[in-house]
């Protein structure tokens, strides 16, 4: 499974209309910001806590930085915090390259030093009804289109929409071309692309968004019997963790965080 990287969209719909307005998810950051590239995404949940993908610990500074100084800085909204704190899951192990294993849990939690109060958290989603459902996925990574897959990172955040064909462990999104005959592709279809990972799939309840899945990466493709490298392509599925399974896990670490009086 290669990682998650940016938007890739539908080739029909036009470059300029999944551009989004970074002021409509403050609660949504890059973890790491280097020249116009952005790698990798995290979400607030808590004024203190937001969460990402277990390996954008390693794919960006943020573990080295935190073995060695303690501290990691983000920018949240326009405004610069320090995380103080790294959480993996513990049924994370770290990778030794660049394919992950979707057995394992890609999840981790970041605690800010300080914590956030010009920006609203998201709430988790807890239902246990993800299939079928439309979800909204965000980046700032690759772009391109179905038809050729990744192509430029202009450093821009992109929303794109798709439907949860499986949710088991995980929640599987599969990139539909919709000039197929059976195509099934909604509205702004689309897949998270190269420098998402970490980012969030986002579903509306009552008008509101929540927080239901965390982009881990790409199920490889196989070509006539050959692996295809060139990902975010129509056909491709995209897995994101289902943070329905991990409510427990999450609510557990702010709660003891809380109650030791951080």
């Known amino acids: 499974m290669w990682p998650a990287s ?26 790491y910001v280097e020249h116009r590239q952005k790698t990798c995404v995290a979400t607030l949940i808590n004024p203190r806590w937001a ?44 990778p030794v390259d660049t394919v992950f294993d979707p057995q394992q849990i890609d999840l981790a939690l970041i605690r ?31 772009s391109g289109i179905g038809r050729t897959g990744i192509a430029v990172n202009d450093g821009r955040l992109r929303f794109a929409r798709n439907e ?45 968004s929540q927080l239901a899945g965390i982009a881990v990466g790409e199920l490889q493709q196989g070509v006539n019997n050959e692996l295809d490298h060139a990902t975010g392509r129509y056909g491709a599925t995209v897995v994101y963790e289902r943070l329905s399974h991990h409510i427990g896990w999450i609510r557990q670490v702010l709660a003891t965080d809380l109650a030791a009086g951080r």
């Not at 300080?114 to 239902?127: E, F, G, I, R």
Request: aromatic share 10%; glycine share 10%; proline share 7%.
């Open 164 to 208: 949860v064909s499986r949710a088991d462990q995980q929640l599987y999104f599969q990139f539909n071309d919709p000039e197929s005959l059976v195509s099934g592709a909604v509205d702004f279809e689309g897949i998270p692309g190269l420098g998402d990972s970490g980012g969030p799939a986002l579903i509306t309840v009552n008008g509101g």
């Open 112 to 142: 800010l030093e300080t914590a956030v109060t010009h920006v609203d958290s998201l709430p988790l989603y807890d239902a246990d009804n993800e299939l079928g459902q439309i979800m909204t996925f965000l980046g700032w990574g690759y």
């Open 6 to 31: 940016a938007i890739v969209t539908r080739h029909d719909t036009g470059y300029s209309r999944f551009l989004a307005r970074e002021s409509d998810y403050p609660a949504v950051f890059p973890l």
């Open 51 to 94: 969460l990402t993908a277990a390996h954008c610990a390693s794919q960006t500074p943020l573990l080295a930085m935190m073995q060695t100084q303690g501290r990691y800085p983000v920018t949240i909204a326009g405004q610069p915090f320090t995380v103080d704190q790294l959480i993996f899951h513990p049924d994370w192990s770290a």
